[in-house]
């Protein structure tokens, strides 16, 4: 049977086409309602076909940045990109469309001029007709209607620019051959022997992002049969292939070969196009961090001040309570204490209910299975679950064929995934990969890791995560206690260059700690009350809060 992908951005959408195609389809557990995460299930699943909806379908779309003020034919650009790259990368990948759009769309003109040839554009369709269609081998009559004239002159300007996933493949091959060209003249210059190193990379591995950044390293040399026959041309070296060497030079620096200092300092002046970066990570280039990158950052630290420290430049925010959702990013933030009983449970359990409650946004927590199963006791004090509900964590372990459809336990616009057993659960990666796919039904997800980040679940959360809120207690015996966390989040700072968001928790701003956080929370006193009440102490006492949440507010934007 062939394999099925779900990537329209909508859960109503996915269930209903799951039910009627899996009568003929093998339909994939993975359902991707973001672009950043389609590369990561096509890698993983490797589908035959895939279904893309034009509207809801996440992209993401900021009007500040350039050549983006008309958000709907952006998306447009965005959806050919990632169809030419797919055809680029896998042309036997069938791709069903799904939108409401009118014969004579330039649009649709160009989906048929990139090979699509599956486009339901009407506001309703016959399922079992569709299932039909996409049994048989794709049909050109079945779309020859749309076709217009000129649609490709109005979009082929706006495709294959910096960042975009077609021009990158493009100049990945370019970029392999000039890297040998590269290496072939630095060791021809060399007049000592070379020692090859038994770890060097062949000459089709590509750069690593921070190697071009800061430099490669010394040791790494040409492929080891590029070395060998290199040696063997220097027993051979006469003053008229000096001569010719300095030609090939002058030939490389025409041609705009760059060494790798000169391309560091480039990257540092202006942004450019990394082709080296692999294809999944540039989904989402349109925000990437490394754009507002002003200065080369020092490593994360939370034993020392560090005045030269510079972090990404935080959204710009407005500070009114009219905050609305679509100007909330798609963000996946893993939210974790740096020591036991810092209170990243206590800190979640409130700014998700300062997230809907004033501001109406949807947020979505995940539990992280433990033998404390503290947010399914704090979700049934306040609303006892439905008769259906079942824990996730327990239905992809024992019947993943209805994991999908779980009913969700939502409270004031806020989707709780707890954990209900006290028991470890042990996952596989492809279980939390799903998990986590799963819970993101809001346009914000929170995965609550507590102090144990050694767990499955939190090893592919830290993964895959837009950024990391750290909560912290103010002692400095727990921090000397916390080096094996500190060297996590050095890690997943040299790695993703995440934001990595500090929390104080029962902070005493009086105090001279050595170290200030991004927020810091007071101990409050009315706690105890909130917990007899069974209820988040932001409803009882919202104004003790508000202030510090609105700083985190812009990481959200």
Known sequence: MKRVVLAMGNEEFHTIFRKFLREKFLVSMNEVFNSQYLMDVIEEDNPDIIFFHDKHFGIAYDPDEENQSDEKFYRETKFLDIIEYLRQENDNIRIGFVCERTPGDPFLSELVNNNVLDIFYTNSFDMPQLVEQMSLPPKYSNVAHLKVENSNAIYKPHLFQEGSLSLQNILNQETEENIQTDEIIKGNNEKESIAIDESNTTAQEKVGFFSKIFGRKKSKQPAEELIEEDVNKKEEITEECNEKEDTVKEIAAATSVIEPQSLTEEIEKESIVDTNIEAETLLNDEES??????????????????????????????????????????????????????????????????????????????????????????????????????????????????????PKWNIDNTFFFPCETDKDIELTTLQAKELIYHSRLAPTTFVDLSHSWDNTLAKETLAICDQVWVITEQNRQAFKAAKLHHKELQGIELRKEDIIVTIGNKWNRSLDFGFEPTVSLPYF??????????????KIRPKLMKQEFDKLLKYLK
């Open 289 to 406: 961090r490394t754009k507002k990158l002003q200065t080369k950052r020092k490593t994360f630290s939370f034993f020392k001040k560090d005045k030269d420290h510079i972090d990404l430049e935080p959204p710009t925010f407005n500070g009114s309570n009219s905050t609305h959702r679509n100007e909330i990013k798609n963000y996946l933030i893993a939210v974790v204490s740096l020591t036991p009983g810092a209170g990243s449970t206590f800190f979640l359990h409130n700014f998700t209910r300062y997230l809907s409650l004033e501001h109406g946004i949807t947020s979505s927590i995940l539990d992280t299975p433990s033998k404390f199963p503290i947010w399914y006791h704090l979700a049934c004090a306040e609303q006892e679950p439905h008769e259906f509900w079942e824990d996730v964590h327990c239905v992809i372990k024992e019947r993943p064929e209805t994991f999908a459809h779980t």
């Open 525 to 538: 006193d009315s706690q105890p009350e909130a917990s007899l009440k069974g209820i988040p102490l932001y």
